[in-house]
């Protein structure tokens, strides 16, 4: 087993120890990684105090909240659930996209020791239920009209549910009250005393106290609830600090669901240090929001990187003759200036001259489009092609790639500027321990680590053995000190023959080419693999109508001859280079995107391979009827 521990001064490459570690903190000195989010909220108000802490898009016009504004309604709120009776250890799920509203329901949870349960917006209506009734949770903050009417639909399902409360949705709605009328209960009885109070009971709060139970929808099976205490997050909180560094000149785009702990964690990690959050509108004005708000730092899974990917590229497909030529001369250009930086030299002479050049014609565009102000992304969620992560590289737009787990608070590991190794996940974050098992399985242990699964003992034993490792599920190995993740253990195809197919890195590939928008590979137990792809449908119908191709459908499209050959020439050319039994033999178009709606996908975008599989098992089993 190879096995690598991360503190504030050794090496990463010294012997996993299981001592406790300490980090710098951002007000100077060692500051242990035991505590409370309470603590790091309260903190940041006291220090920061600016009057721009959260800003939000309400009317068309951006607006701004301050940090005492946040603190004052957070504990109203908090106020307001003790008056409704809602107390310590109860359960308060939360049902909302990202908004101010999100924030204040939580930390006046966190400050109460209530434990709030975080829903997927995008979650449908029937899968609530047994969220609901898992956690017995005793109320819902829900946002919009749409949301609360979800709720209502499955209420008598939920004989725990005592309270809908609103964001922006009103009785009307279904609400049984609005989260104005919950503050307006806690502006009641509010006063200096009752601050104090309050200041005094949320700094009272253990590190051991659980915080929050997320549920995990997971590739099979029922979603199992992650325990998630204080000090979990407070220490990934404080770890994450030592690795990216963050200044209250920098502002953070906000757009993931804070339902997802990778921007919930990121998000106590800004409002610790003093970063303005801005809440994107959604996920589809991202880049509208980018132009505005002008961040300097977003957290994102990498699809939002495949498309911005895509869309540069096609675009410069589409364009002139000369368009085209200057941007695959750019991209080459960049390319090799970032294999020079990347191997620690400074590029010099004739590719110096070039890259300025491939900067001024070509990426600064790029630049543009997120705002011109971005000093880097973060990406975390599922693996990230190096192929795009080095284009946006050498565009000037570093993505510091990580890696982590809901029951790991996330974060395990993470690319940093001193530590940069393009196709890793970076290296152990302080206090984090990583081990490879003899399997190839990651393992990790330290403060980060879940308590573990809600109502569900056996899964607990199954995840972390008897000396605190977490087994991650994940297939990776180190080298010198970086991690790299090669596939989920459950997700490796192992066909009739014994070969074992690690299908992401391909998948991955695939995704690359600009004809294809979703690719997943199917063969467990099968002679040979395949792949079912959703083609960009920009690209293809482009390609069909240049091609003098008619159609009145999409799915007569896909029917036809040469559609199909020019996909499987596509597909087959993007994966040249592969070992002949890790080559899918057969590929199947598929017309719509695979969709967290119809169970394809979790909320996180991870397929479901086995779910995929059943729902075209006869366009699957077609591909195999012919032999091959």
């Given at each position: 087993?190879?096995?690598?521990?991360?503190?504030?001064?050794?090496?990463?490459n010294?012997?996993?120890?299981?001592?406790s570690?300490?980090?710098?903190?951002?007000?100077?000195?060692a500051?242990?990684l035991h505590?409370?989010?309470?603590?790091?909220?309260?903190d940041?108000?006291?220090?920061?105090?600016?009057?721009?802490?959260?800003?939000?898009?309400?009317?068309?016009?951006?607006?701004?909240?301050?940090?005492?504004?946040?603190?004052?309604?957070?504990?109203r709120?908090?106020?307001?659930l003790?008056?409704?009776?809602?107390?310590?250890q109860?359960?308060?799920?939360?049902?909302?996209?990202?908004?101010?509203?999100?924030?204040?329901a939580d930390?006046?949870?966190?400050c109460?020791?209530?434990?709030?349960v975080?829903?997927?917006?995008?979650?449908?209506g029937?899968?609530?239920?047994?969220?609901?009734n898992?956690?017995?949770?005793?109320?819902?903050f829900?946002?919009?009209?749409?949301?609360?009417?979800?709720v209502?639909?499955?209420?008598?399902q939920?004989?725990?549910?005592?309270?809908i409360?609103?964001?922006g949705?009103?009785i009307a709605?279904g609400?049984?009250?609005?989260?104005?009328?919950v503050?307006?209960k806690?502006?009641?009885i509010?006063?200096?005393e009752?601050?104090?109070?309050?200041?005094?009971?949320?700094?009272a709060?253990?590190?051991?106290?659980?915080?929050?139970?997320?549920?995990?929808?997971?590739?099979?099976?029922n979603?199992k609830?992650v325990m998630?205490?204080?000090?979990?997050?407070?220490?990934?909180?404080?770890?994450?600090k030592?690795?990216l560094?963050?200044?209250?000149s920098?502002?953070?785009?906000?757009f993931?669901?804070?339902?997802?702990i990778?921007?919930?964690t990121?998000?106590y990690?800004?409002?610790?240090?003093?970063?303005?959050?801005?809440?994107a509108?959604?996920?589809?004005?991202v880049?509208?929001n980018?132009s505005?708000?002008?961040p300097?730092l977003?957290?994102?899974?990498?699809?939002?990187?495949?498309?911005?990917?895509?869309r540069?590229?096609?675009?410069?497909?589409?364009?002139?003759?000369?368009?085209?030529?200057?941007?695959?001369?750019?991209k080459?250009?960049?390319?090799r200036?970032?294999?020079?930086?990347l191997?620690g030299?400074?590029?010099?002479?004739?590719?110096?001259?070039?890259y300025?050049?491939?900067?001024?014609?070509?990426?600064s565009?790029?630049?543009?489009?997120?705002?011109?102000?971005l000093r880097?992304?973060?990406?975390?969620?599922?693996?990230l092609?190096?192929?795009?992560?080095?284009?946006?590289y050498s565009?000037?737009?570093v993505?510091?790639e990580g890696?982590?787990l809901?029951?790991?608070?996330?974060?395990?590991?993470t690319?940093?500027?001193?530590?940069y190794?393009?196709?890793s996940?970076?290296?152990?974050?302080?206090?984090?321990?990583?081990?490879i098992?003899?399997?190839g399985?990651?393992?990790?242990r330290g403060?980060?680590?879940?308590r573990g699964?809600?109502?569900?003992?056996?899964?607990?034993?199954?995840?972390?053995?008897?000396e605190?490792?977490?087994?991650?599920?994940?297939?990776?190995e180190?080298r010198?000190?970086?991690?790299?993740?090669?596939d989920?253990?459950k997700d490796i195809?192992?066909?009739?023959?014994?070969?074992?197919i690690?299908?992401?890195?391909?998948?991955?590939?695939l995704?690359?080419?600009?004809y294809?928008?979703?690719?997943?590979?199917?063969?467990?137990?099968?002679?040979?693999?395949?792949?079912?792809v959703?083609?960009?449908?920009?690209?293809?119908e482009?390609?069909a109508?240049r091609?003098?191709?008619?159609?009145?459908?999409?799915?007569?499209?896909?029917?036809?001859?040469?559609?199909?050959?020019?996909m499987?020439?596509?597909?087959?050319?993007?994966?040249?280079?592969?070992?002949s039994?890790?080559?899918?033999k057969k590929?199947?178009?598929?017309?719509?995107?695979?969709?967290?709606?119809?169970?394809?996908?979790?909320?996180?975008?991870?397929?479901k391979?086995?779910?995929?599989d059943?729902?075209y098992?006869?366009l699957?089993?077609?591909?195999?009827?012919?032999?091959?």
């Open positions: 087993m190879t096995s690598v521990a991360a503190d504030s001064d050794s090496s990463l010294a012997p996993a120890s299981g001592r570690a300490s980090v710098p903190y951002a007000s100077g000195g500051r242990p505590g409370t989010i309470n603590a790091l909220f309260l940041a108000v006291e220090r920061f105090d600016r009057p721009d802490a959260v800003s939000f898009k309400a009317g068309g016009v951006w607006e701004s909240l301050s940090h005492r504004t946040i603190l004052e309604r957070v504990r709120t908090a106020l307001g003790a008056e409704m009776g809602i107390v310590a109860d359960r308060v799920a939360i049902l909302s996209e990202n908004r101010p509203e999100w924030m204040i930390y006046a949870c966190l109460s020791s209530i434990t709030d975080p829903i997927y917006p995008t979650l449908p029937e899968q609530i239920p047994y969220l609901l898992d956690s017995g949770a005793r109320a819902v829900v946002s919009t009209a749409d949301q609360a009417r979800k209502a639909a499955i209420r008598a939920v004989p725990t549910l005592e309270w409360i609103g964001f949705a009103t709605d609400c049984d009250l609005t989260l104005a009328d503050e307006a806690g502006a009641a509010d006063s200096a009752r601050a104090t109070v309050f200041k005094q009971g949320a700094l709060v253990t590190p051991d106290q659980l915080v929050t139970l997320i549920y995990t929808s997971g590739t099979t099976g979603p609830g998630l205490t204080q000090d979990n997050l407070y220490s990934n909180v404080i770890a994450t030592r690795s560094q963050v200044s209250t920098d502002l953070a785009l906000s993931l669901p804070l339902s997802h990778f921007e919930r990121g998000d990690f800004l409002f610790a240090n003093g970063v303005r959050i801005a809440y509108e959604s996920i589809d004005t880049p509208v980018m505005e708000m002008k300097s977003m957290m994102s899974v990498p699809r939002l990187y495949e498309k911005i990917y895509a540069v590229v096609e675009g410069a497909a589409s364009g002139s003759g000369l368009k085209k030529r200057i941007f695959f001369w750019a080459r250009v960049g390319e200036w970032a294999d020079e930086k191997a030299r400074t590029p010099r002479g004739l590719l110096a001259l070039q300025a050049l491939a900067k001024k014609l070509v990426f565009k790029l630049q543009e489009r997120t705002g011109g102000n880097f992304f973060v990406s975390g969620g599922a693996p092609s190096p192929e795009i992560a080095k284009f946006f565009a000037g737009l993505i510091l890696y982590g809901t029951e790991t608070s996330p974060v395990i590991s690319n940093t500027f001193e530590h190794r393009l196709g996940v970076g290296r152990p974050i302080a206090g984090v321990e990583v081990m098992a003899a399997d399985e990651i393992l990790s403060p980060h680590i879940m699964y809600y109502n569900n003992a056996d899964a607990t034993r199954e995840a972390i053995d008897a605190g490792w977490f087994h991650t599920g994940d297939i990776g180190l010198d000190g970086f991690l790299y993740i090669t989920r253990k195809i192992v066909t009739a023959g014994g070969k074992n690690a299908p992401q890195p391909i998948e991955n590939r995704k690359t080419n600009k294809v928008s979703q690719a997943v590979m199917i063969g467990d137990k099968r002679k040979f693999s395949v792949v079912l959703v083609p960009n449908w920009d690209q293809l482009g390609w109508s091609h003098g191709i008619v159609w009145t459908s999409r799915a007569e499209l896909l029917a036809m001859p040469a559609i199909y050959a020019k499987e020439k596509e597909v087959k050319g993007q994966l040249s280079g592969l070992a039994y890790e080559t899918p590929i199947a178009l598929i017309e719509e995107d695979f969709s967290v709606e119809r169970g394809e996908l979790t909320p996180t975008l991870k397929v391979r086995r779910v995929i059943q729902t098992k006869p699957v089993d077609s591909l195999y009827t012919d032999g091959d």
